[in-house]
């Protein structure tokens, strides 16, 4: 196996991988949109994760507050029990801030998200009955009211900070509010006094707006965590696309490679028997050696060197196709005279069109500048364009061939004939290789349909373009045109016919004294 070759595989094996590794996490996208009743399995672990980094990143803000609630308690509350509360509530946040901790640690594909779930809504709930405690310390009977007040207002901003925290993951939210709800509305009610009912009441009604509140939440981060999922569904969709069109560019490079070969080996192994069965077949059409005694041995030789003749033209059409597509085409350029070409090529295909009685009409302006192109590349688009002409117009048709300057200052060449036409949906297969128009396939005479593209790909390597105009049952038009920086000017002509002598360099004059 050659360097490239090897190289060719080795290119074709990543973009396979490449595409298996797209279809995979495609798939494990798109197991993400399953239906269900509870929030999708996939997006549990998000929720979780929404969960850990709000308590990590507002880890000293609660237990900032919880410090704040006991020093204003402290004119009512006996100083141990507020110290004994501050502690029970440090070293319950402190677990839940290690558990969140270890669950951020841990690897995604080993986390079980069930076992987790529980294990932070039993955290929550030990750290969420810590700080309902503080409603049961014994207050002092002065000014009673005022330390209720403060404790409500205190235990609802908990509450409502815990709802942000905990709203992803609705169990965690009920195990971090109810019990200070709870325990709050018991004090209450225990107090034997209208104005506390009413404050439970209130209680009741604000954990209630939150709960809703919660529901809210959470279906926001399921709705911003399923557009994720969408738009990674997307990214995987392009990667899919790109890792395939990758593998089908290589697959295409090794295709175009392993044709430049084949036709390669096969331009050394057809051409060389063709010409011996060429040269043969004529010797025997022209009884060279001798006659051949046999009028049908005869025409048989003559079918035989048409038939090689044929196939060799086909043979050298194919390879100047590939040629063209691989870009090994080298042009020879020098002046060419758009007119004179194109009298030259009806004169060498005159014999055809007279045998088909056709008329040829010459449009030819005279005087054009010439054109800076390669001789024989205008020479085929000639042949190729008066060739399709003839074997396409019917007997006692007309084709029209013309030369000339557009507006823009650039020449161009024009056949026309009067033949079937190409239907407007036909166009791109006639100028795709070996491709052909129904209307003329069925009226006429067949061809290789390469004609046309080669005439294409020429034009193209001049830096021209090709139009074809046709209508079915009116004919077909075709013109190419040469771009304008390829139109030779005067002295352009003069330096490239006239090669100026050179003047030798004046003899060096001695004075000499008389």
Not at 104 to 112: E, F, G, S
Not at 152 to 162: G, L
Request: hydrophobic share 45%.
């Amino acid at each position: 196996m050659s360097a490239y070759s090897a190289s060719h595989a080795g290119k074709l094996r990543k973009a396979s991988n490449a595409v298996t590794a797209a279809s995979k996490f495609l798939n494990e996208t798109r197991d993400k949109f399953k239906s269900g009743p509870s929030p999708r399995p996939d997006f549990q672990y998000d929720l979780l994760s929404f969960f850990v980094r709000s308590e990590l990143t507002a880890s000293l803000a609660i237990p900032a507050l919880a410090i704040v609630l006991a020093v204003g308690l402290l004119p009512w509350a006996p100083v141990n029990a507020l110290l004994l509360w501050l502690a029970t509530v440090f070293i319950s946040k402190g677990i839940l801030i290690f558990l969140c901790r270890r669950f951020q640690m841990a690897p995604r594909k080993h986390v079980d998200c069930g076992l987790w779930r529980r294990y932070l809504a039993a955290a929550e709930f030990l750290y969420a009955t810590t700080w309902a405690s503080i409603v049961f310390v014994d207050l002092a009977p002065e000014n009673q009211s005022s330390a209720f007040f403060f404790l409500f207002a205190a235990i609802m901003v908990v509450v409502a900070m815990r709802t942000m925290f905990a709203a992803t993951v609705l169990r965690i939210f009920y195990a971090g509010t109810i019990p200070m709800t709870a325990a709050l509305v018991l004090r209450f009610l225990l107090a034997e006094h209208p104005f506390y009912w009413s404050l439970a009441v209130v209680a009741i009604g604000i954990h209630v707006y939150l709960l809703f509140l919660a529901n809210g939440l959470q279906r926001n981060v399921l709705s911003m965590l399923e557009y994720r999922a969408e738009k990674d569904a997307l990214v995987a969709e392009l990667e899919q696309a790109n890792a395939v069109l990758d593998e089908a560019r290589i697959r295409a490079e090794a295709a175009n490679l392993a044709k430049s070969k084949f036709l390669a080996n096969m331009s050394h192994e057809l051409r060389t028997p063709l010409n011996a069965i060429l040269g043969f077949s004529e010797m025997m059409r022209s009884e060279m050696l001798g006659p051949i005694g046999s009028d049908t041995y005869k025409s048989y030789s003559e079918d035989i060197h048409g038939s090689g003749e044929h196939l060799l033209n086909l043979i050298n059409q194919i390879l100047d196709l590939s040629r063209i597509e691989a870009g090994r085409y080298e042009l020879h350029e020098e002046p060419v005279d758009l007119s004179e070409m194109m009298e030259d090529c009806q004169r060498l295909l005159n014999l055809r069109a007279n045998a088909k009685t056709l008329q040829i009409i010459d449009d030819l302006s005279e005087d054009m500048p010439r054109l800076w192109a390669e001789k024989r590349a205008v020479r085929q688009i000639c042949l190729n364009l008066i060739s399709n002409a003839i074997k396409f117009t019917p007997e006692r048709g007309v084709i029209t061939l013309q030369t000339g300057v557009t507006r823009h200052g650039e020449q161009y060449l024009s056949v026309k004939d009067s033949g079937p036409g190409i239907p407007q949906k036909e166009i791109p297969r006639v100028m795709s290789p070996f491709g052909q128009g129904s209307l003329a396939a069925e009226s006429t005479e067949g061809g290789s349909g390469l004609g046309l593209p080669i005439v294409k790909g020429l034009t193209s390597l001049h830096g021209g373009k090709m139009e074809l105009r046709s209508k079915p049952r009116q004919g077909t038009e075709v013109r190419v045109t040469f771009p304008r920086k390829r139109i030779m000017q005067p002295a352009e002509m003069v330096k490239s016919y006239v090669k100026l002598p050179v003047q030798p360099a004046p003899a060096p004059v001695t004075l000499r004294a008389s």
